[in-house]
């Protein structure tokens, strides 16, 4: 497999998507490892894995439609496999396997296949010590974004998954792009104030443009940079309900072609006006696990 991945929205050619089925039993608030999670266990509305596998078909379809070659994880009894996106990412030819959460580690054995179809060369793992998780990471032509937590209480926070040692790895890893780290903000409680990944309050779309939320940056000039980056005129901002709904989570087939989901009307309004397919599906139970689109999604060529 000839693995390639520069940007977000080149036309998807192969494509890891998660999978939902045995997920698990309902956890308990302790278990979860993110604020909208335990929010939906505490009210008894934790979403129901057959409604999940519903929505994850209809992106399979999808897929389908565009002609896109996907991989699904193995199953592995009662477990969550329904954010690939986090466990390993692809940079150009390179497959980087993530030290994710302690939480998730099992997860990627479910894609040994895949990886084993990949030259072993390209096939990265990272120190231990550099925590890292593929939502966090978006190349984006000669540069790499990452989004990281640069606090000293970092350990504090279960939902700040990339460390600056990794940062710097991606640097070293990579010498010739312009790495750009991004400090988020997080909460361990309430997840309209948590940037859990940096997938989650920014995302390029389009030829030119980009999903914003502004509260999601803890520094005002690293937001600003990137507004600049892309020119005001090409920025749709998201509020804290848009964020918490994972509306910067929508996942591109193309610069032409965009999934999204049906419940956002304003952007899919906006994404249409600049001419842009939206294929609509629902994502609203997946949304309760505090990740959409993009976090269930690991591409693998883009060319
Ligand atoms: N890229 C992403 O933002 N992934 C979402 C992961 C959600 C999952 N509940 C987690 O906390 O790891």
Redo the contacts with the bound molecule.
């Keep these: 497999m000839q693995l390639q991945v520069t940007n977000e929205t080149a036309r998807l050619k192969a494509v890891i998507l998660g999978i939902a089925n045995s997920n698990g039993p309902v956890p308990s608030i302790e278990e979860?490892?993110?604020p909208?999670?335990a929010e939906f266990i505490k009210k008894g509305e934790y979403p129901k894995e057959e409604d999940m596998i519903q929505e994850m078909e209809s992106v399979a379809a999808v897929f389908r439609k565009y002609n896109v070659d996907v991989f699904r994880p193995k199953i592995i009894e009662n477990y969550?496999q329904?954010?690939t996106?986090?466990i390993g990412f692809v940079i150009e030819d390179k497959f980087m396997r993530a030290n994710?959460?302690p939480?998730?580690e099992q997860e990627i054995e479910a894609i040994h296949y895949v990886i084993n179809q990949m030259n072993p060369e390209n096939v990265i793992v990272l120190p231990e010590q550099c925590h890292i998780?593929?939502?966090?990471i978006m190349p984006h032509g000669e540069y790499i974004f990452i989004g990281t937590y640069r606090g000293e209480d970092y350990s504090t926070y279960?939902?700040a998954?990339t460390n600056l040692a990794a940062v710097e790895a991606i640097q070293q890893l990579f010498p010739h792009k312009k790495v750009k780290s991004f400090n988020l903000r997080k909460s361990n409680t309430n997840a309209k104030a948590n940037a859990?990944?940096?997938?989650?309050c920014f995302q390029p779309v389009g030829k030119d443009k980009a999903i914003i939320h502004r509260n999601g940056f803890l520094e005002e000039a690293e937001y600003q940079w990137l507004v600049d980056f892309f020119g005001k005129e090409n920025i749709f901002e998201i509020d804290a309900q848009e964020m918490y709904d994972?509306t910067s989570?929508i996942f591109s087939i193309s610069e032409d072609v965009v999934v999204s989901d049906r419940h956002f009307t304003r952007l899919n309004t906006w994404l249409r006006s600049h001419g842009i397919t939206v294929e609509e599906v629902s994502y609203r139970e997946i949304a309760k696990?505090?990740?959409?689109l993009?976090?269930?999604t690991l591409p693998l060529i883009r060319a």
């Design positions: 979860a490892y993110d909208k999670s969550n329904i954010f996106r986090d994710i959460l939480d998730r998780e593929g939502g966090d279960i939902t998954r859990l990944h940096l997938d989650c994972m989570n696990q505090e990740g959409l993009r976090c269930s």
